[in-house]
């Protein structure tokens, strides 16, 4: 690895995946979203890869560089000061005019953009390669602004895929899924499940859980390895197959005895979390 290598990009793609080394066959990691920040800790031989962290979360990983924009940490944060729309529909795209012409580019849920002017109901978009396209204006919120609600939400990712890895409304993991939602509500969370619970407070008994608590599954040796989001009654939401909705009632059929058998226990995340801070290569 050389240490030549810009300290900053931001994602130019839908989807960028973030490997655990630098092949398209080593296992996908995460993945990053359009608009996103990361830090560049280093470069692959020959420049293709790059060993990146992203900002959102600071997880790290192994991307291609085709589906970054290099920029100096000052440039990166200008964009996230001037990108100050995200998509918040799960899926649209940009055209090249309003309602109508080519297609610029897909965008998925919670991309970052910069928008400009409008025009019969339409905005004017631009992407972080500079490409500019038309969307629907109600398919925009501002960053930061609680979106559709946690029920609403959840609704409309019912049935979503399920991928190791996934961290995007096109197909998700459990704690993509978690990590995702509760983003919209003004929630961050860590990317893996384990390090979810760590940065929960434990509930001591399903009575006082409530909606949007985390519920965690796995084992002695693995810890908390699957997580979904508490509902109430009993009902929780994940990421299992697909997204869907089990019980943690025995004796409900919508109970899944396996998972049950590896319940450990529910959590309330902690709003004082922040990813690390940048680390030198």
């Given at each position: 690895m050389t240490t030549r290598s810009p300290k900053a990009a931001v994602v130019s793609l839908p989807v960028l995946d973030l490997r655990r080394a630098p092949d398209h066959g080593s296992e996908l990691a995460s993945q990053l979203l359009l608009g996103e920040v990361v830090q560049v800790l280093g470069r692959g031989r020959g420049g293709r890869w790059l060993r990146v962290r992203g900002l959102t979360d600071g997880y790290p990983g192994w991307a291609r560089a085709w589906g970054l924009i290099p920029a100096t940490p000052a440039r990166g944060r200008r964009w996230l000061t001037r990108a100050r729309y995200e998509v918040s529909v799960l899926r649209t795209e940009a055209r090249s005019e309003p309602g109508a012409g080519a297609v610029v580019s897909p965008l998925l849920w919670r991309s970052r953009l910069i928008r400009h002017s409008r025009r019969r109901g339409h905005a004017l978009i631009e992407l972080p390669d500079g490409r500019?396209?038309?969307?629907?204006?109600?398919?925009?919120?501002?960053?930061?602004?609680?979106?559709?609600?946690?029920?609403?939400?959840?609704?409309?990712?019912?049935?979503?895929?399920?991928?190791?890895?996934?961290?995007?409304?096109?197909?998700?993991?459990?704690?993509?899924?978690?990590?995702?939602?509760?983003?919209?509500?003004?929630?961050?969370?860590?990317?893996?499940?384990?390090?979810?619970?760590?940065?929960?407070?434990?509930?001591?008994?399903?009575?006082?859980?409530?909606?949007?608590?985390?519920?965690?599954?796995?084992?002695?040796?693995?810890?908390?390895?699957?997580?979904?989001?508490?509902?109430?009654?009993?009902?929780?939401?994940?990421a299992r197959g697909r997204v869907g909705i089990n019980s943690l009632d025995p004796d409900n059929l919508l109970c899944d005895n396996e998972l049950n058998d590896q319940f450990r226990g529910i959590g309330r995340p902690r709003r004082t979390w922040k990813p690390k801070g940048p680390k030198s290569a």
């Open positions: 500019r396209g038309w969307v629907a204006e109600g398919s925009l919120a501002r960053v930061g602004r609680r979106g559709a609600g946690i029920v609403r939400r959840i609704q409309s990712l019912m049935g979503a895929p399920y991928l190791w890895g996934g961290r995007s409304s096109a197909a998700l993991d459990c704690s993509g899924f978690t990590q995702l939602v509760l983003a919209e509500e003004g929630v961050k969370l860590p990317r893996d499940a384990r390090d979810q619970w760590r940065v929960c407070t434990e509930i001591p008994g399903r009575e006082t859980a409530r909606l949007g608590d985390l519920v965690f599954f796995g084992s002695a040796e693995r810890g908390q390895a699957h997580v979904g989001l508490y509902l109430g009654d009993g009902y929780f939401v994940h």
